[in-house]
Structure formats: structure tokens, C-alpha cells
């Protein structure tokens, strides 16, 4: 009778869209989560003595409920991961010679750029030591949910991604350095997962986040900013970044709206 061919022909349909269409139709996400570590939150770059005055903490419980409700493809943690010797440590401004076209030369302090006379080459902002590989700073706030692929009940992959690991180069964004001569493992691992969409959060908006989202688009990700779970250095930069990131093509959204949209 018709009754029972209308059920055969609902699980059929069912079959065919989660094992057929959905995997090559539809688009997959990721949650990236940008360098939510201590040292941006209460470490020795703590935003708080940033010009904005932002507390990177507020972000944690923003991300958590994201984490607890949206069925993400793939999580992504980003770590800020420098050796100590690194270039962008103002503590490490005199083990590298300053160039003679820098804009700044001399009386250098916290949050200048200065140009260095070997590679790369580019201004460098100059930051307390930070992220520090290894070091209670550098590791993800205690509070930030981690994702465990082998427990999760939503079945979501994890990927870790490293970024400034080398001492001669800095890297805000989680795919290349600031240069892009070198690539970090992202770009590949999520082409692994099939991921086309990036919802991105976390510290700092105007550095790290900015450089990622932007980067993301390069890459032709369709990327979510999450304008709410995001805390930065400065205002203007901050507004000024969310404004380069719309003209580049990325959405904003607040973390209420993303559950509807994944
Ligand atoms: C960052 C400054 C220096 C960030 C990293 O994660 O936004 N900011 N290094
Ligand atoms: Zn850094």
C-alpha cells in the first residue's frame, strides 16, 4: 500500500542525503580558536594593559557554550608558540641589529615597530615575551574547553595548530608567517577534514584574529568572525581590521547566531 512505500522512500531519501548529498554538497565548519593562552589573558601580555583594556578571559564562557552547542565539522586551537629568543620580544631588541631605514632607531619601548637589518626585513612590532614554548603561559586558558575527539559526543575531529615557532620570523596568522614564506600545518589539515567554512574567535582581534580571518579569505575559506568572542590591543585597530575583514568578504555573527547557521 501507499503508506508503506512513503516509509520506504523516506529512509531511501534519508540514505541518500546523509551518505550522497551532504558530504559533497554542503559545507563543513570548523571553530578556529585563536591563542586563547594565559600569558594574553593574565600573563606577561595580558590585554588588560593594552590600550583597549580588554579582559581576553570573557572570551572563555563565550567559546565553551559554542563549543557545548554547535556541531562543528572540526575544532581548531591555534597556540602562539615562541622559542625565547624570539625577534618579537622587546627583552630581545639588542641581539639583533636595528636597520637604518626603521622608523624607530632608538628609545625603543613595548608595542614599536622596528625594522631589523637582517630577514626578514618587515616592521616588527615588539611585544613583552610571550608564549613562551612550553611555559604555563603559553599553554590554553584552564577553563577553555578542550575538545576530545575519542569522547566527543558531537563526533568532532581536533586540530592543533603551532605558529611563531621560529625565532627569526613572526607569525600572527595560523596559516603563514608575516612574511608568507613559510606555511604552517592548517592549510593541510583541513583540507583533510574537507572543511570550507571558518568561524573564528579568540585573542587577539586585531593581530592574530585579523591576520587568520584575512589569510582564511586569501585561501578562499568563507569566513564567520565572531564578533563577540573576540578581545584586542587596540579599539581603533580592532574596528579598523573588522572593517578590511567585511570588504574582504568575511560575515560578521554574533555567538547566539552560530548555532543556526552550521
Ligand atoms: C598575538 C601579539 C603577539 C596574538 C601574538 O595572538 O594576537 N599578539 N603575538
Ligand atoms: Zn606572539
Redesign the pocket.
Known amino acids: 500500500d501507499t503508506n508503506k512505500n512513503d516509509k520506504i522512500d523516506l529512509f531511501e531519501l534519508e540514505n541518500f542525503w546523509f551518505k550522497m548529498v551532504k558530504p559533497t554538497l554542503l559545507p563543513k565548519s570548523a571553530l578556529l580558536i585563536v591563542d586563547v593562552q594565559n600569558d594574553f589573558i593574565d600573563g606577561t601580555l595580558t590585554l588588560k594593559k593594552c590600550p583597549a583594556k580588554h579582559n581576553g578571559a570573557e572570551v572563555v564562557p563565550i567559546i565553551n557554550n559554542i563549543i557545548d552547542t554547535v556541531p562543528f565539522e572540526t575544532v581548531v586551537y591555534s597556540l602562539?608558540w615562541?622559542p625565547a629568543d624570539h625577534c618579537?620580544f622587546i627583552e630581545n631588541v639588542h641581539y639583533r641589529k636595528i636597520a637604518d631605514n626603521s622608523p624607530i632607531k632608538e628609545n625603543i619601548k613595548t608595542l614599536d615597530s622596528v625594522i631589523f637589518e637582517d630577514y626578514p626585513n618587515i616592521p616588527q612590532r615588539l611585544?613583552p615575551a610571550?608564549?613562551i614554548q612550553g611555559t604555563h603561559g603559553a599553554d590554553l586558558h584552564p577553563n577553555l574547553k578542550r575538545v576530545d575527539p575519542k569522547t566527543d559526543p558531537m563526533g568532532r575531529s581536533v586540530i592543533y595548530v603551532y605558529k611563531?615557532c621560529r625565532s627569526d620570523i613572526?607569525s600572527y596568522s595560523a596559516f603563514f608567517d608575516n612574511c608568507k614564506l613559510n606555511e604552517t600545518s592548517l592549510r593541510t589539515d583541513l583540507i583533510k577534514h574537507e572543511i570550507t567554512d571558518l568561524y573564528i574567535c579568540g585573542l587577539a582581534a586585531d593581530v592574530c584574529v585579523a591576520a587568520t580571518s584575512v589569510d582564511g579569505l586569501g585561501l578562499n575559506y568563507r569566513v564567520v568572525y565572531i564578533e563577540d568572542a573576540v578581545r584586542g590591543v587596540d579599539l581603533k585597530d580592532i574596528e579598523n581590521q573588522k572593517r578590511n575583514l567585511i570588504n574582504n568578504g568575511a560575515l560578521l555573527a554574533k555567538s547566539k547566531d552560530i548555532y543556526n547557521m552550521v
Open positions: 602562539d615562541h618579537s611585544w610571550h608564549c611563531g613572526d
